[in-house]
């Protein structure tokens, strides 16, 4: 069964700096999908980034963006110029590919980040 | 676009009185939803899987008697929480895609408090 693992339950940065949280992940499979979900005071889950495992380029979006090593299983997220309501809990999570295999999302533990003024 | 609404937000009720949770995709066909319980301060947590059309797939420990999954339409899936008791309270989060390959957009949650 694949896991995953945020090995950081809390972190904090200054607003317009930059963070970087950690994922690691582990699975016999070759392909799937790996996906940063945000999760603010108000509940909602929201995508924040996805990225398919056969892709060897690093995702991005706007000031989020990832670090995927495949080979050592490893996903972490950075997000740059750091807004106040960038604070959330983040959580990374795993899919297996869309053929045959589970959707089931797996979630890690989550990290909660706190934005500083 | 990819907006999945849920309702009600809280629902406070006593306990034995079973509870009806909705989830809607607005504005895309949802072949697949999810239902998710996400404990305080903790992950969230698959409890059941539904295709439109088709019987839920439950995760293991979850007691499909509990917790019936209806998915009758491609917008629509409903979660009830049958004779509610305290230990079901929970924070429930459902979740919806298109075809296969598109990522998960979840809905905002219904608190669940039994009393």
């Known amino acids: 069964a694949q896991t995953v693992t945020q090995s950081q339950p809390e972190m904090s940065v200054q607003e317009a700096e930059t963070v970087t949280l950690s994922c690691t992940y582990d699975?016999?499979?070759?392909?799937?999908?790996l996906f940063w979900y945000k999760q603010p005071p108000s509940r909602q889950m929201i995508l924040v980034i996805r990225q398919e495992a056969y892709k060897q380029q690093n995702a991005t979006e706007n000031r989020f963006s990832v670090n995927f090593q495949k080979a050592a299983k490893s996903f972490s997220l950075k997000i740059s110029d750091s807004q106040l309501g960038d604070a959330a809990m983040y959580f990374c999570?795993?899919?297996?590919?869309?053929?045959?295999?589970?959707?089931?999302?797996?979630f890690g533990k989550g990290t909660k980040l706190t934005v500083n003024p | 676009g990819a907006v999945v609404s849920q309702h009600p937000s809280r629902v406070i009720c006593k306990s034995g009185t079973s509870v009806k949770i909705e989830c809607r995709s607005l504005d895309f066909q949802a072949t697949t939803m999810f239902w998710y319980r996400q404990f305080p301060k903790q992950s969230l947590m698959l409890m059941a899987t539904?295709?439109?059309?088709?019987?839920?797939?439950?995760e293991q420990g979850v007691e499909k008697d509990k917790f019936l999954i209806n998915h009758a339409s491609l917008t629509l899936s409903t979660l009830t929480v049958t004779s509610a008791h305290p230990e079901d309270s929970s924070f429930y989060i459902c979740?919806?895609?298109?075809?296969?390959?598109?990522?998960?957009?979840f809905g905002d949650g219904t608190r669940l408090s039994i009393l």
């Open positions: 979740s919806a895609r298109g075809t296969r390959n598109q990522p998960q957009h």
């Open positions: 699975t016999s499979e070759s392909d799937y999908y």
């Open positions: 999570a795993y899919r297996s590919p869309p053929q045959g295999g589970s959707e089931k999302l797996v």
């Open positions: 539904s295709n439109e059309g088709s019987k839920a797939t439950y």
